[in-house]
């Protein structure tokens, strides 16, 4: 098995036959990446005191800075877990080729609002002995992406000739806003001549089962809440 990259995706090719087949997006490709950043100085508030000098050192030169984070989500695609053992041998008939989950619908973005729903499961079935590993693409669904910001409150104060005091407080994730960071992306089923899945969120009648909460579609990983920390750097 030969591996190929080139431009904006790469592809494992089993033979010379089926390149279109096993071409798809890098594991870090992200479709769309922007990052804004702003200073803003806040106004002076000895302005409003009739300009005290004591309001004025600890009110005036103050600064507010942010970096705002928008990016698409990297791609990912859906693997299986057959007990008993069940592996390449058994449905490729090779020690090193792989199979593929079937897919027989729409399976969706592959990201959502909605922690326990983050895909179609239903259109997901593994793969028939016999396979060759091409029942579905390669990276065909896109994870939670990032949309964040982060902020800085921040201000010098000066004294006598050199010193210097310079306190920062810094807010990462500054609204706490709740970020998905992964998919628990495998089936698991019942044997290789039941494919009844074992691992799903919900029954047939849409009851969600709480065992399986962290169960094939659902979220397994959030990246960080809201963490604060405060800087005090004297110089002199």
Known sequence: MGVTNGGDGDFVRIDTFNKAANYGPLNFNRKHSLAI???YELPSLSRYAHNNKVVGFFGDHWQLSG????????????????????GNAQLTGSNTEGARARVTGAAGLGNSGDPYRQLNTAVFTPPLPGS?????????????GINNIDMSL?????????????????AFNAFNHTQFSGVNATLNVTSLTNFTPTNLPFDANGNFI????????TINGARDPRILQMVARLSF
Do not use: C, H, M
């Open 210 to 217: 709480f065992a399986n909460r962290n169960g094939f579609g």
């Open 132 to 144: 060759l590993g091409l029942e579905s693409g390669r990276n065909y669904l896109i994870g939670p």
């Open 37 to 39: 950043n702003a200073i």
């Open 67 to 86: 970096v705002y984070v928008f990016q698409s989500g990297t791609p990912y695609g859906v693997g299986f877990s057959i007990p008993g053992g069940i």
């Open 154 to 170: 921040q201000k010098s104060f000066t004294f006598k000739e050199r010193g210097r005091l310079e306190l920062r407080v810094d």
